[in-house]
């Protein structure tokens, strides 16, 4: 550890008085991430360390992190939530554009000390009809070192609802983000929206993106992993592809039943079978959890957790949330260090506490952990930051470790 530059140098600056700079380094990272806001403000010195890449560096992604972001983040500041010392951190609002306004459907994805968001639906108050949003191909990278947001370059095809898959570097903070499909639609009025087949990856140092070959039909509403052959392919999973209509009128989406997958290596794409069998298709909230650095993807639909076999390709059943959410709600699906999170509200009966009630009227929320290898499942309740209860469903979950 280089505290002695990240300090200014030799012992002028002690980090913490009569001790040597490297064991109160050492103390310091031994501070969940979710109070190190707290610390900064104590010193000079403190905020210096605590703000290096190299002690972000050293704290070896021991802090798992979850992130909310519960409506347009350059509007609602996004939040982290640390499931080990039940705290949350607030991160700034993203740069605002005036014009434009209720993004949504975008992709939250982590990389190295960055949190990038890509994409999305959104509203441009100086286009007609104002009821239909358009997709975003702006591109936003969070630096956790400056603790602040950036635009980057922006992807060549508009997009929201998208598959959107991280390929990491050897070298730290670098790699690239794979796009493919998406479009853009309504929150409320799903089907109504526009399917597109563009693929294109990022390469993080050179900020650049590039045109790779288009997915075999249009998708959307689809996710996506890096994993099979040695993690030289990428996978697009479920979403939608065309639509109908219900009596001429009713728009309906017709939900893709098969996977494509793409080889980084040739470049191509082969089409995968139906993965449903004699079931009926299912178009639940997919994730994708990592087990000893191998993808293994989840789906929750309703209640039911389902697990993809890859060499059967199919959706096999792996657990049942304890827990039902109500049947006006829903549940937030995201994976974080191996284990599943199940987030929804936590309604409380009226003969309860006025504790409780006003729990309930400052939002609440219920999380219930699934573990994959132990099969078991546990649960925490937290109060919400954003003291009302958020809309889980259009709410965009993603993950972090520090």
Same mark, same amino acid.
Not at 70 to 86: E, K, N, T
Not at 206 to 235: H, N
């Given at each position: 550890?280089?505290?002695?530059? #990240?300090?200014?140098?030799?012992?002028?600056?002690?980090?913490?008085?009569?001790?040597?700079? $490297?064991?109160? !380094?050492?103390?310091?990272? =031994?501070?969940?991430?979710?109070?190190?806001?707290?610390?900064?403000?104590?010193? =000079?010195?403190? =905020?210096?360390?605590?703000?290096?890449?190299?002690?972000?560096?050293?704290?070896?992604?021991?802090?798992?992190?979850?992130?909310?972001?519960?409506? $347009?983040?350059?509007?609602?500041?996004?939040?982290?939530?640390?499931?080990?010392?039940?705290?949350?951190?607030?991160?700034?609002?993203?740069?605002?554009?005036? @014009?434009?306004?209720?993004?949504?459907?975008?992709?939250?994805?982590?990389?190295?000390? *960055?949190?990038?968001?890509?994409?999305?639906?959104?509203?441009?108050?100086?286009?007609?009809?104002?009821?239909?949003?358009?997709?975003?191909?702006?591109?936003?990278?969070?630096?956790?070192?400056?603790?602040?947001?950036?635009?980057?370059?922006?992807?060549?095809?508009?997009?929201?609802?998208?598959?959107?898959?991280?390929?990491?570097?050897?070298?730290?903070?670098?790699?690239?983000?794979?796009?493919?499909? %998406? %479009?853009?639609?309504?929150?409320?009025?799903?089907?109504?929206? /526009?399917?597109?087949?563009?693929?294109?990856?990022?390469?993080?140092?050179?900020?650049? !993106?590039?045109?790779?070959?288009?997915?075999?039909?249009?998708?959307?509403?689809?996710?996506?992993?890096?994993?099979?052959?040695?993690?030289?392919?990428?996978?697009?999973? %479920?979403?939608?592809?065309?639509?109908?209509?219900?009596?001429?009128?009713?728009?309906?989406?017709?939900?893709?039943?098969?996977?494509?997958?793409?080889?980084?290596?040739?470049? #191509?794409?082969?089409?995968?079978? $139906?993965?449903?069998? $004699?079931?009926?298709?299912?178009?639940?909230?997919?994730?994708?959890?990592?087990?000893?650095?191998?993808?293994?993807?989840?789906?929750?639909?309703?209640?039911?957790?389902?697990?993809?076999?890859?060499?059967?390709?199919?959706?096999?059943?792996? *657990?049942?949330?304890?827990?039902?959410?109500?049947? @006006?709600?829903?549940?937030?699906?995201?994976?974080?260090?191996?284990?599943?999170?199940?987030?929804?509200?936590?309604?409380?009966?009226?003969?309860?506490?006025?504790? *409780?009630?006003?729990?309930?009227?400052?939002?609440?929320?219920?999380?219930?952990?699934? @573990?994959?290898?132990?099969?078991? !499942?546990?649960?925490?309740?937290?109060?919400?930051?954003?003291?009302?209860?958020?809309?889980?469903?259009?709410?965009?979950?993603? /993950?972090?470790?520090?």
């Amino acid at each position: 550890m280089n505290c002695e530059s #990240e300090c200014g140098g030799g012992s002028a600056i002690l980090v913490i008085p009569g001790l040597p700079n $490297d064991v109160a !380094w050492m103390i310091l990272s =031994k501070v969940p991430y979710s109070h190190h806001g707290r610390l900064k403000a104590t010193c =000079k010195s403190w =905020k210096t360390v605590l703000s290096s890449k190299s002690f972000l560096t050293s704290l070896n992604r021991k802090n798992h992190l979850l992130c909310i972001f519960p409506q $347009d983040p350059s509007i609602v500041s996004p939040f982290l939530f640390d499931p080990v010392a039940l705290a949350w951190c607030p991160l700034p609002p993203m740069p605002c554009n005036p @014009n434009l306004y209720g993004l949504c459907n975008f992709a939250a994805v982590p990389l190295g000390l *960055s949190l990038f968001v890509l994409g999305g639906s959104l509203f441009d108050a100086r286009s007609f009809p104002i009821d239909r949003p358009s997709p975003s191909n702006s591109t936003f990278r969070f630096d956790f070192h400056h603790f602040s947001w950036e635009p980057r370059a922006s992807m060549l095809s508009p997009r929201g609802s998208f598959a959107c898959a991280v390929l990491p570097s050897e070298e730290a903070g670098h790699g690239h983000i794979f796009v493919a499909g %998406g %479009g853009s639609r309504h929150t409320m009025f799903a089907a109504a929206g /526009s399917r597109i087949r563009s693929v294109e990856r990022y390469d993080v140092r050179r900020d650049r !993106w590039v045109a790779l070959e288009p997915l075999p039909g249009s998708r959307a509403g689809c996710v996506g992993f890096v994993g099979g052959d040695g993690g030289r392919d990428f996978w697009v999973l %479920g979403g939608y592809g065309a639509s109908r209509t219900i009596s001429g009128v009713f728009p309906v989406d017709e939900y893709c039943t098969d996977a494509v997958v793409m080889g980084m290596d040739s470049g #191509e794409w082969r089409e995968v079978g $139906d993965v449903w069998g $004699d079931q009926r298709v299912r178009a639940g909230k997919i994730v994708v959890a990592h087990d000893s650095g191998c993808p293994v993807v989840f789906m929750l639909d309703g209640s039911d957790i389902f697990r993809y076999d890859m060499s059967l390709n199919r959706w096999l059943y792996e *657990s049942r949330v304890p827990r039902k959410a109500r049947y @006006n709600s829903s549940f937030g699906f995201v994976a974080l260090d191996g284990e599943l999170y199940v987030v929804t509200h936590l309604y409380v009966d009226s003969t309860e506490t006025r504790r *409780s009630r006003h729990h309930k009227r400052a939002g609440t929320l219920y999380i219930q952990i699934y @573990n994959p290898k132990k099969k078991a !499942w546990r649960s925490i309740v937290t109060k919400s930051p954003f003291n009302y209860p958020i809309d889980i469903n259009s709410a965009v979950f993603s /993950s972090i470790s520090l």
